[in-house]
């Protein structure tokens, strides 16, 4: 009984570790983005250092799990790269440039409502009540947030386009861990995680190489606390994140660890706030709220919990 206890501890905290990560990736990528290197150079340095990190991690696995079965699998596993890494990820730093790191945490929170949506569509999952009320809650949070936002960091003159621009990417995130699901049980996670890293560096690289080669992150005097946080995006926020998520999954229930995403706008908005990036609104506490409800109604029985959202291997 006490080791089951120190399991449990053991993989809530390696959670809650993912989500204190998580918080201080966006906040980061905030301060770096564009002054020290543009948008689309960073998403493409993150996908190169995930893919060469996860490449030298699989090298030391037995060549027994290496392999995938079929070519169908492969094909899955490139799409979800484009979807998961590259597309969510393109977007969702254009998002994060032109809104706010506070919006970003609030919208993030739909995702789980978002795959619920796309299983219903795509795989006949069974709808109750109070899945109804909670998918209900959940949109009316997210439009609630896009169109009470203010012009106050955001461009173009439209004050709703960066957090449309994070809503689209957690519509393809949501995409990805539903297309790549089945594969999580059957396939090593860290394979898994190579080939998406590697369709999400090819992806990116049109877009991306450039931006990197030309940041000025290259030409200006060396700023260690830049250097610290851009170090901290490539590595924590990508590789640290994902090992630490598998290890959890070990020790705690997928439902019980996509509770934790949760936290991410009181953990990340106190981190916001206190680098002084953005301000928290009335908005965008009743948004989360009107979240949060909905996937409370989404979760209010077992049958409920059986079909909820696993926790995802990849983020922002």
């Known amino acids: 009984m006490r080791d089951e206890l120190k399991n449990k501890l053991i993989g809530n905290l390696l959670i809650l570790g993912t989500i204190v990560i998580y918080s201080f990736n966006t906040n980061y990528m905030k301060t770096v983005v564009p002054t020290w290197i543009g948008p689309f150079g960073l998403v493409f340095f993150r996908c190169l250092a995930s893919f060469i990190g996860f490449f030298i991690i699989i090298l030391f696995l037995p060549r027994k799990e290496l392999v995938i079965s079929s070519k169908k699998e492969k094909i899955f596993l490139l799409i979800g790269g484009v979807l998961g890494m590259g597309a969510n990820m393109l977007f969702y730093i254009i998002g994060l440039e032109k809104s706010g790191p506070i919006d970003a945490f609030i919208i993030r929170t739909s995702q789980p409502i978002i795959v619920l949506i796309l299983s219903i569509i795509f795989f006949n999952a069974h709808l109750y009540w109070n899945k109804v009320l909670g998918i209900i809650l959940g949109i009316g949070g997210t439009v609630y947030i896009t169109a009470f936002q203010t012009k106050t960091g955001t461009s ?32 090593n996670p860290f394979v898994i995680l190579t080939w998406l890293a590697f369709s999400g560096t090819i992806l990116t690289m049109p ?47 997928s439902f019980t660890a996509s509770i934790y995403i949760f936290l991410l706008p009181i953990t990340g908005s106190l981190i916001t706030i206190w680098m002084g990036l953005q301000s928290l609104s009335l908005n965008k506490i009743i948004a989360f709220i009107l979240i949060l409800s909905g996937f409370v109604f989404i979760n209010i029985n077992k049958r409920s919990k059986r079909t909820s959202p696993h926790y995802p291997l990849y983020d922002h």
Do not use: Q
Not at 159 to 173: E, N, R
């Open 156 to 187: 173009d003159g439209i004050p709703y386009l960066g957090d449309l621009y994070l809503l689209i990417s957690s519509i393809f995130y949501s995409t990805y861990l539903v297309l790549i699901k089945r594969y999580t049980m059957k396939i």
């Open 207 to 253: 877009f991306g190489l450039k931006e990197l080669i030309e940041a000025p992150l290259w030409s200006k005097p060396l700023d260690i606390a830049i250097m610290g946080e851009i170090l901290f995006i490539l590595f924590c926020s990508t590789m640290i994140v994902n090992i630490l998520i598998v290890k959890a999954l070990k020790y705690v229930s």
